[in-house]
T-cell receptor, first 113, second 112 residues
Framework: SQTIHQWPATLVQPVGSPLSLECTVE??????LYWYRQAAGRGLQLLFY??????ISSEVPQNLSASRPQDRQFILSSKKLLLSDSGFYLC????????????FGSGTRLTVV | SQQGEEDPQALSIQEGENATMNCSYK?????LQWYRQNSGRGLVHLIL?????REKHSGRLRVTLDTSKKSSSLLITASRAADTASYFC????????????FGSGTRLSIRP
C-alpha cells in the first residue's frame, strides 16, 4: 500500500541554524511531491512542488529550498532559519495530476527560537 | 492565483445537526476537493468533484459545485463529535493541474 513518511514530528531550532526536513513515499512510482506550510489557524501555503527527480518548482520566494534527489524523496532545507519560518510543514504526494487528491504526511511543527 | 475561500471561518453546531460549509474560488478549474484536518495533524482527503459534476455524495458528506458561480458547498449530515475539525477546499488551476491551492478553512466544532 502507498504510504508517506515525514519526520521529525516536532522541531525546535535557533535562529540562524540550518534545516532539513525529509519526506519519503512508499508504494508508488513517479509521484508528484509537494511541500506546504501552515501558519497557526490558517490555510496551507504551497511552497514547492516536484513532478520528477531534480525538477523543483518554487511558488513563493523565501528562505527555503527544496530538492528531490530520488524519485520518492523530497527534502525541504534552509541554510539559516528565520523566526518567520516557524510553522507546520506538510509534505504531500499525488499520482500525476491532482485529479485523485493528495495524500498528506503527518506534518512537522517547526518552532524557530 | 486561484484560491478557495471558505465561509464561515468558524462554525459551532449541536451534535446531530447538519453542518454546511461554503467555498468560493476565482478561476476555472478541473476539479475541486475537500479535506479535513484534525488539530495538529495532516490533511485527509474527503471528496473530489470534477468541473462537469454538480453534486457528489460520500457517506454523510454531500458536495455541490456551481461552476457558474465559482462556488462549492460541503454538507455533513447528522454531525458527530468526531467531525470536529477544520475543513478546507482546494482547487487546481485549469492550466496547471499539477498543483492545488487551499483556502483558509472552516473550523467546525460539534457540541455534545
Amino acid at each position: 500500500s502507498q504510504t508517506i513518511h515525514q519526520w521529525p514530528a516536532t522541531l525546535v531550532q535557533p535562529v540562524g541554524s540550518p534545516l532539513s526536513l525529509e519526506c519519503t513515499v512508499e508504494g508508488t512510482s513517479n509521484p508528484n511531491l509537494y511541500w506546504y506550510r501552515q501558519a497557526a489557524g490558517r490555510g496551507l501555503q504551497l511552497l514547492f512542488y516536484s513532478v520528477g527527480i531534480g525538477q523543483i518548482s518554487s511558488e513563493v520566494p523565501q528562505n527555503l529550498s527544496a530538492s528531490r534527489p530520488q524519485d520518492r524523496q523530497f527534502i525541504l532545507s534552509s541554510k539559516k532559519l528565520l523566526l518567520s519560518d516557524s510553522g507546520f510543514y506538510l509534505c504531500a504526494w499525488s499520482v500525476g495530476t491532482a485529479n485523485y487528491g493528495y495524500t498528506f504526511g503527518s506534518g512537522t511543527r517547526l518552532t524557530v527560537v | 492565483s486561484q484560491q478557495g475561500e471558505e465561509d464561515p471561518q468558524a462554525l459551532s453546531i449541536q451534535e446531530g445537526e447538519n453542518a454546511t460549509m461554503n467555498c468560493s474560488y476565482k478561476t476555472s478549474i478541473n476539479n475541486l476537493q475537500w479535506y479535513r484536518q484534525n488539530s495538529g495533524r495532516g490533511l485527509v482527503h474527503l471528496i473530489l468533484i470534477r468541473s462537469n459534476e454538480r453534486e457528489k455524495h460520500s457517506g454523510r458528506l454531500r458536495v455541490t459545485l456551481d461552476t457558474s458561480k465559482k462556488s462549492s458547498s460541503l454538507l455533513i449530515t447528522a454531525s458527530r463529535a468526531a467531525d470536529t475539525a477544520s475543513y478546507f477546499c482546494a482547487t487546481d488551476g485549469y492550466s496547471s493541474a499539477s498543483k492545488i491551492i487551499f483556502g483558509s478553512g472552516t473550523r467546525l466544532s460539534i457540541r455534545p
